[in-house]
């Protein structure tokens, strides 16, 4: 099975770079992906890494290394609209949830 | 393409009746997933389908629940004889071959 771990809640301010890791152990795994839900919203994706390495798409990064049962979502220049909870996940044909990180941004 | 719609948006219900959600995924998209989201918590996969065929159901889903997509659009899932446990965010998801696109989701209380 897949259990994934990270921080539960992280606070900063407008501007600011926020890292969120990801720990998981799991039997394989396609990829790892990123969420972002906010109060009351559907889950959207962010980004997904099927290999080690570095994704880039606009303000938000995603590392994986497999080797080290890690990953990480990179905040940046962050605005008050990224408050919201983010949640990795390991993807084998569906997908398996860690319980969420909530960011919060202070102006 | 207008997303992934769920119906209802929030359903309140006594314990003891049975519950029916519907979803419709994006035309084109063949797979087709249903989650449970509870408060603080990551969404938990409950089953999908590849066009009609249920390929996969999660130990969450017990034999009060039940979940069709018979001709391969939309789905629904029904549960019969809800407990207060069942108080939970539903969700539904699909794709075709890349990520999955989430609805907004049925929001469940059980009283």
């Not at chain 1, 997904?48 to 080290?68: H, P, W």
């Not at chain 2, 446990?85 to 609805?103: I, K, N, P, Q, V």
Request: proline share 3%; charged share 20%; net charge negative.
């Amino acid at each position: 099975g897949q259990s994934l771990e990270q921080p539960s809640e992280v606070t900063a301010v407008e501007g600011a770079i926020v890292q969120i890791n990801c720990t998981y152990q799991t039997s394989g795994f396609y990829g790892l992906s990123w969420y972002q839900q906010h109060d009351g919203g559907a889950p959207t994706f962010l980004s997904y890494n099927a290999l080690d390495g570095l994704e880039e798409t606009g303000r938000f990064s995603s590392f994986l290394s497999r080797s080290d049962s890690y990953g990480y979502l990179l905040l940046q220049e962050l605005q008050m609209k990224d408050s919201a909870s983010y949640f990795c996940a390991v993807e084998r044909d569906k997908l398996s949830f860690g319980a969420g990180t909530t960011v919060t941004v202070r102006a | 393409d207008t997303g992934v719609s769920q119906n209802p948006r929030h359903k309140i219900t006594k314990r003891g009746q049975n519950v029916t959600f519907r979803c419709d995924p994006i035309s084109e998209h063949n797979r087709l997933y249903w989650y449970r989201q509870t408060l603080g918590q990551g969404p938990e996969f409950l089953t999908y389908f590849q066009n009609e065929a249920q390929l996969e159901k999660s130990r969450l889903l017990s034999d009060r629940f039940s979940a069709e997509r018979p001709k391969g659009s939309f789905s629904t899932l029904e549960i019969q004889r809800t407990e207060q446990g069942d108080s939970a965010m539903y969700l539904c998801a699909s794709s075709l071959r890349d990520r999955e696109t989430f609805g907004s989701g049925t929001r469940l209380t059980v009283v």
